[in-house]
């Protein structure tokens, strides 16, 4: 194995080190092959000995098994458009990640549109990139983090109380 590459156990405590400190605003990008490293300081990118498909899986139940963040995914809106003549093996990994991401908050977005998000959150926050040999276009995963025990709805609610109080005499 590459000293430079993380094992599957290795990547698992990577998660479990990260997770704690990190919060709403803070990303975990799973990335293939021809993602680029980022010279943001406050992203880091190692890469996995790990499938795809299984790295996906693995990130998705470290952040599932944290209550206080849960994740809004992010698949790049080409991804549906890729055909197998140009990229052997996209129709069956389109399959697989459907049936990972069935139960998730997702959005599919054009990709500079999801790279301009992480662009714009990295200068203040910290990314996690964990690069695989994934050789198919557009299947990087990006998830957002949020709070897992807050919500949208709540927010918006505690806003309109807060426009709704008295001002401070």
């Known amino acids: 194995m590459n000293s430079n590459m993380l094992s599957q156990s290795e990547c698992l405590d990577k998660l479990h080190s990260c997770l704690p400190v990190f919060g709403h605003r803070n990303w975990i990008v799973i990335a293939d092959a021809a993602y680029p490293q980022q010279t943001s300081a406050g992203i880091e990118t190692l890469v996995v000995e790990l499938e ?6 693995m990130v998705l139940e470290s952040i599932a098994a944290s209550s206080h963040v849960r994740a809004c995914v992010y698949t790049d ?8 003549q140009d990229a052997p093996g996209v129709t069956a990994y ?3 990640l459907e049936c990972l991401l069935e139960h998730c908050d997702m959005k599919q977005i054009p990709h500079e549109e999801i790279i301009a998000r992480l662009d714009e959150r990295a200068r203040t926050f910290r990314v996690l990139i964990l690069k695989t040999a994934m050789a198919i276009p557009y299947t990087s995963i990006f998830c957002e ?3 897992g025990y807050w919500n949208a709805e709540a ?15």
């Open 52 to 57: 795809q498909i299984d790295l996906v899986r």
């Open 77 to 84: 809106l080409e991804l549906k458009f890729v055909s197998e």
């Open 94 to 96: 389109r399959q697989a």
């Open 145 to 147: 983090l949020e709070c």
């Open 155 to 169: 927010e918006e609610r505690l806003r309109l109380a807060m426009s709704n109080a008295p001002s401070p005499a």
